[in-house]
């Protein structure tokens, strides 16, 4: 059964900087785009980043040119450079597949909290 830890997440102020880790067990991770998604209080689950198998990377508008993703195949980790964060940053990061069953798990995801 496909696992996912994230770790990383914590306080930061505002144009501060968190980098993600997602460690992922259960898969061929190299045969996967995976993605980072986050949900904030009161909000539903929102994609942020994908990474492809291939390397190739898409943002959500949100956060383009402020979050990086990026992928360590020989390590099964997903990774999410945040810089520049702002308040509305704050949520529980997730990592996953970009496409997942519903019948999938979810990792217990890491809170990032922005905030003076």
């Known amino acids: 059964q496909v696992q996912f830890v994230e770790s990383g997440g914590g306080l930061v102020q505002p144009g501060g900087s968190l980098r993600l880790s997602c460690a992922v067990s259960?898969?061929?991770?190299?045969?996967?785009?995976m993605g980072w998604y986050r949900q904030a209080p009161g909000r539903q689950r929102e994609l942020v980043a994908v990474?492809?198998?291939?390397?190739?990377?898409i943002y959500a508008d949100s956060v383009k040119g402020r979050f990086t993703i990026s992928r360590d195949n020989a390590k099964n980790t997903v990774y999410l450079q945040m810089n520049t964060l702002k308040p509305e940053d704050t949520a529980v990061y997730y990592c996953?597949?970009?496409?997942?069953?519903?019948?999938?798990?979810w990792g217990q995801g890491t809170l990032v909290t922005v905030s003076s």
């Open positions: 990474v492809s198998n291939g390397g190739r990377s």
């Open positions: 996953h597949k970009r496409y997942y069953s519903p019948l999938d798990a």
């Open positions: 259960g898969i061929t991770f190299s045969n996967y785009d």
